[in-house]
């Protein structure tokens, strides 16, 4: 009897393995992707389609990549996961920036301290580099520059930030140059690199400066004095970088500079706050999504801007009511060719996000679920 029973259980405990691995297996494997029929079919489309980072909440480790293919018409949501199996924190902790050079395409994910170096026709894993809490990219004559905080996330005795120098080709950091604390986005005008440092990691004690380094000798040349915590650069076709600063969230409001690359100085100010802006053509789309610790608020606004005569533009790039349906503007990008301007509302920040399209006249034209915290775009050829 005792044997009977001793076998009994052994074959329990043996189903119960065979039950516990299947399961572990089961919930090892890739989350799939989800297609969406969205748009019709546009096979002779110039821009092929965009990808779409989602951020993902910081130590959740949500960070995502959704596409959406012009000429078929399909949004893919979350892709990456199920093109790199094999990947098994997924594309990881915060993904900060993304960028195609070539047939690569490159995604800063800041918290896992990784840039991912993927094929940008097919979203596959190609090369990975580990670079301490980076934040965005750039490129220029087959190079790839990625700004960087270095240190641990929030603290405030990080060391200065750096910038590393990437060869496209072989794939290793070649060359890198110190900048200010908390290095943020960058822009390239001739052979200077234009950074902007925040800072932010001990207020109030801010950077101020925008670190221009020469690409030729990879050396600081200077840095130009503009506002606290600054945050957006981005370059026109006239010489000119558009800076932002965030303020202190206090007393000092945030506003948008303009830097004249000839003489490296600040030619123009704007008081008004940016939080994103992308510049196609002549005219620069600005959103504004600025807290307030004094009134405990948000304020949103939409606005244009002519780059050529660096004027505001009378009129609003969504005209038909929807920004009142979006709760927090997140991301912003412009198809060269159709004009469609591209807005993310990252909602809640930790629930699926919601990406926009509209006309050239503000319209909408489609809106279709993302993922969490939807926010860079990479537009493909």
């Not at 494997?29 to 969406?36: L, M, N, R, S």
């Not at 009129?315 to 159709?338: C, E, H, L, M, W």
Request: proline letters at 4%; one cysteine or more.
């Amino acid at each position: 009897m005792m044997k009977k029973i001793s076998y009994t259980i052994k074959c329990l405990l043996f189903g119960c393995l065979i039950l516990t691995y299947s399961a572990c297996r089961k919930a090892a494997q890739p989350i799939p992707e989800q297609d969406k029929a969205l748009l019709p079919p546009d096979p002779t489309s110039v821009v092929k389609g965009f990808y779409l980072l989602n951020e993902g909440n910081m130590n959740m480790n949500k960070a995502s990549l959704d596409y959406l293919d012009y000429t078929t018409g399909q949004y893919r949501r979350d892709i990456y996961n199920q093109t790199n199996p094999d990947v098994t924190k997924g594309l990881g902790d915060v993904g900060n920036d993304i960028g195609i050079y070539g047939s690569k395409m490159y995604v800063v994910v800041n918290v896992s301290n990784k840039l991912e170096i993927l094929n940008a026709h097919t979203g596959k894993r190609i090369s990975l580099i580990t670079i301490a809490n980076c934040r965005y990219v750039t490129f220029h004559n087959g190079k790839a520059y990625v700004s960087a905080y270095l240190g641990k996330v929030g603290d405030p005795n990080a060391p200065n930030g750096a910038v590393d120098e990437i060869d496209t080709a072989s794939l290793q950091i070649t060359r890198t140059v110190t900048v200010g604390r908390q290095p943020e986005e960058m822009a390239i005008v001739g052979e200077k690199l234009y950074v902007a440092n925040s800072g932010g990691y001990s207020p109030p004690n801010y950077e101020r400066t925008v670190s221009v380094i020469d690409i030729a000798t990879f050396k600081e040349l200077k840095r130009i004095d503009v506002a606290i915590n600054l945050d957006r650069v981005k370059a026109d076709k006239y010489g000119d970088i558009y800076v932002t600063s965030r303020g202190d969230y206090y007393k000092i409001p945030s506003k948008l500079f303009v830097i004249d690359t000839q003489t490296d100085m600040v030619k123009k100010e704007f008081d008004f706050g940016v939080s994103n802006l992308w510049i196609d053509d002549d005219t620069a789309y600005m959103y504004s999504f600025e807290f307030s610790y004094i009134t405990g608020k948000n304020t949103t606004t939409y606005s244009m801007l002519n780059v050529k005569d660096e004027t505001v533009l009378d009129r609003k790039f969504i005209t038909d009511g929807t920004d009142s349906q979006i709760k927090v503007p997140y991301g912003i990008a412009v198809n060269p060719v159709t004009k469609d301007v591209l807005v993310t509302d990252a909602k809640d920040y930790v629930s699926p996000g919601t990406l926009y399209c509209f006309d050239p006249n503000g319209k909408k034209k489609w809106s279709v679920t993302a993922g969490d915290i939807p926010a860079h775009f990479a537009f493909t050829y």
